[in-house]
């Protein structure tokens, strides 16, 4: 059974940091790709980051390039999230999404990833 489990989300002020962990388990992680993706009241869900658990290559939004870093340590199954100078635009939801695609667990399809995390709330304030 397919599970990926998010945790790290919380309140934050502007300018500060937090990490994401999706812990991941069902899979044979070398034939998959982790996303995060977010949604934010009234807006579209967005794709911002994923990465390959084969190798460890990553790609990145324009709207997050340079401030988060994602990762993964296939030892214990999780992949991380490291969102640096938070802004209000930042405040979401975030769920961290599974499948053998590229492309859909990148955002760029119109279909969605076929796993998905239950989500953590990112809110960024003052």
Request: with cysteine; proline share 4%.
């Amino acid at each position: 059974q397919v599970q990926l489990v998010e945790s790290g989300g919380g309140l934050v002020q502007p300018g500060g940091s937090l990490r994401l962990s999706c812990a991941v388990s069902g899979f044979t992680l070398d034939d998959y790709f982790i996303g995060w993706f977010r949604q934010a009241p009234g807006k579209e869900r967005e794709g911002i980051s994923c990465i390959s658990l084969r190798d460890g290559s990553a790609y990145y939004a324009e709207s997050v390039k340079g401030r988060f870093s994602i990762s993964r340590d296939n030892a214990k199954s999780t992949v991380f999230l490291q969102m640096n100078t938070l802004t209000p635009e930042d405040t979401a939801i975030y769920y961290c999404a599974a499948d053998t695609h590229l492309s859909i667990v990148a955002g760029s399809s119109p279909v969605g990833p076929a796993y998905w995390g239950q989500g953590t709330q990112v809110t960024v304030s003052s």
